[in-house]
Nanobody, 117 residues
Framework: QVRLVESGGGLVQPGGSLRLSCAAS????????MAWYRQAPGKERDLVARISMGGRTSYADSVKGRFTISRDIAKNTVYLQMNSLKPEDTAVYYCNADVSFTNSQYWGQGTQVTVSS
């Protein structure tokens, strides 16, 4: 069974930074993609950033230039470095992994990020 465990959320002032971590229970290279999503109160869950098995990254327009997704293969961990945070970045952030061959999706439990002065 695949487990994804997020950490690193918290309260930060506007303009500040946070780094989220997602530790997987197996190699990050066993997934076609790993990604970060976020869900603000009353809104849908939206894709924030994605990294493919080959290392290609993509970002939502709202976070381009501020957020960076990366991975440490040896640690089975994916990161989301968030800089220049804005109040509108406030949300629960979820780690996601998918396996195309089995049409499987896996989710972490989420970590709260609050940007407020």
């Amino acid at each position: 069974q695949v487990r994804l465990v997020e950490s690193g959320g918290g309260l930060v002032q506007p303009g500040g930074s946070l780094r989220l971590s997602c530790a997987a229970s197996r190699s990050v290279l066993s997934f076609n993609n790993m990604a970060w999503y976020r869900q603000a109160p009353g809104k849908e869950r939206d894709l924030v950033a994605r990294i493919s098995m080959g290392g290609r990254t993509s970002y939502a327009d709202s976070v381009k230039g501020r957020f960076t997704i990366s991975r440490d293969i040896a640690k089975n961990t994916v990161y989301l470095q968030m800089n220049s945070l804005k109040p509108e970045d406030t949300a629960v952030y979820y780690c996601n992994a998918d396996v195309s061959f089995t049409n499987s999706q896996y989710w972490g439990q989420g970590t709260q990020v609050t940007v407020s002065s």
